[in-house]
């Protein structure tokens, strides 16, 4: 069966990520214990509830100052908390227009209001889209569909509302978490090793079509 779908993770895949820098950016603030507030793999239900979108950003800074003890103002806590992101590369955005010459693409990604305001304000000054919507097909964010990876929920969800064959649509992420939770609801996965310097790009070849080893699965 051929691919005709592919869903892009956007942090580690389509967007440079660093979680040192904001680990560096808190304790800078203040925080003693980042780790337990903010890791990779395991989330305080503050940042959980931020990403869900059962927390507003206020609410989030608010939480954030009750938790720590620190007197210290939004703008500082958003700054810290953007510090995660690095950036968008331009061969990626170029990469995204030729791979939907040749498929239906999506992108879900784990995010949260004030990191979107960020990286869309980036998007706009540096490449003139208004929003990620217009490079795919459907865009989902935790925080607005109210789920987040590696619940299977968000991925039977994305299956349902995209109208997707799972048998006919790969996801891309850096998280193995996120790859196997999608990949036991039947969709076809690429765990990308984003750590270890591989880039999404070499899944493609010029044109943008995935390699060969990646059409039939």
Do not use: C
């Not at 389509?14 to 793999?41: C, E, H, M, P, W």
């Not at 690095?86 to 227009?97: E, P, S, W």
């Not at 693409?105 to 003139?128: D, M």
């Not at 076809?188 to 943008?208: C, I, N, Y």
Request: hydrophobic fraction near 35%; glycine fraction near 8%.
């Amino acid at each position: 069966m051929s691919v005709r779908n592919i869903i892009f993770d956007l942090g580690g895949v389509l967007y440079d990520i660093s979680f040192d820098s904001t680990a560096k950016a808190f304790k800078d603030l203040g925080v003693g214990n980042f780790d337990q507030l903010y890791s990779r793999f395991s989330q305080d239900a503050l940042i959980d509830g931020l990403e869900t979108g059962k927390l507003s950003p206020e609410a989030f800074r608010e939480g954030f100052r009750e938790r720590t003890g620190l007197a210290v103002s939004g703008q500082e806590i958003d700054r810290a908390w953007n510090a995660l992101l690095v950036g968008f590369k331009a061969h990626r955005i170029d990469l995204l227009k030729q791979v939907r010459k040749h498929y239906s693409i999506y992108l879900l990604s784990n995010s949260n209001r004030i990191h979107y305001e960020q990286f869309s304000r980036e998007l706009q000054q540096q490449f003139g889209y208004n929003s990620l919507d217009e490079l795919f097909k459907v865009v989902w964010f935790s925080h607005e569909v109210g789920l987040r990876k590696p619940d299977r929920e968000i991925f039977e969800y994305v299956i349902k509302q995209g109208d997707l064959d799972p048998g006919e649509t790969l996801f891309i992420d850096d998280t193995p978490g996120h790859v196997e939770s999608a990949a036991r609801t039947g969709l076809l996965t690429r765990h990308l090793r984003a750590q270890e310097g591989e880039d999404v790009s070499v899944l493609f070849d010029s044109r943008g079509l995935l390699k060969e080893e990646y059409r039939q699965r």
